[in-house]
T-cell receptor, first 118, second 113 residues
Framework: AQKITQTQPGMFVQEKEAVTLDCTYD???????LFWYKQPSSGEMIFLIY??????QNATEGRYSLNFQKARKSANLVISASQLGDSAMYFC???????????????FGKGTKLSVKP | GAVVSQHPSRVICKSGTSVKIECRSL??????MFWYRQFPKQSLMLMAT?????????EQGVEKDKFLINHASLTLSTLTVTSAHPEDSSFYIC?????????FGSGTRLTVV
């Protein structure tokens, strides 16, 4: 079964510094995609970045980059130049390929709560 | 971009009553809608998958008679929490897959008193 593991329940970072949020995954499929979402206290899910398993380069979106290490099955999110508004929950996710009970939904890790200190 | 509008954003209801949550795709047709539940400080867990014109698929452990899902059109999926109890208090959020990725509703925070 597919699984997403986020081992950091909470992280602190000083404003303007970079921070790495860890994510490891388990899948038997060769083709898959990994997502990162930000969830502020309001509850909305904000898409940050996507990495496809066949993408040769690490994905980048502004201050967000994904450190994709396929052999280690890790897809860590790097946020550069942290801002106070980055304080939120961050979820790593991948598409569920279990077609028995559900098709195409995302499965999520437990999340990491990031707090940016001024 | 593709938008899913979810209402209400917050609802408080009395124990034993029913609550309906709506998710509308505003600028695309959603043949499938995913419904998630999120307890405080926990992750999103898939409850069910609704498909337009057919019965929803429920995840193991989710009561079909309690969480009624209707997907009667390509732009509207609803989740009705029937005979709500305090333990149903949670954050409910829907998601669809327009071309290019996933889009989420803004979520509904349900409190049953």
């Amino acid at each position: 079964a597919q699984k997403i593991t986020q081992t950091q329940p909470g992280m602190f970072v000083q404003e303007k510094e970079a921070v790495t949020l860890d994510c490891t995954y388990d899948t038997s499929d060769q083709s898959y995609g990994l997502f990162w979402y930000k969830q502020p206290s309001s509850g909305e899910m904000i898409f940050l970045i996507y990495q496809g398993s066949y993408d040769e380069q690490n994905a980048t979106e502004g201050r967000y980059s994904l450190n994709f290490q396929k052999a280690r099955k890790s897809a860590n999110l790097v946020i550069s130049a942290s801002q106070l508004g980055d304080s939120a929950m961050y979820f790593c996710a991948m598409r569920d390929l279990n077609y028995g009970g559900s098709q195409g939904n995302l499965i999520f890790g437990k999340g990491t709560k990031l707090s940016v200190k001024p | 971009g593709a938008v899913v509008s979810q209402h209400p954003s917050r609802v408080i209801c009395k124990s034993g009553t029913s609550v309906k949550i709506e998710c509308r795709s505003l600028d695309f047709q959603a043949t499938t809608m995913f419904w998630y539940r999120q307890f405080p400080k926990q992750s999103l867990m898939l409850m069910a998958t609704s498909n337009e014109g057919s019965k929803a698929t429920y995840e193991q452990g989710v009561e079909k008679d309690k969480f009624l899902i209707n997907h009667a059109s390509l732009t509207l999926s609803t989740l009705t929490v029937t005979s709500a109890h305090p333990e149903d208090s949670s954050f409910y959020i829907c998601s669809a897959r327009p071309l290019g990725g996933y889009t989420f509703g803004s979520g509904t925070r349900l409190t049953v008193v």
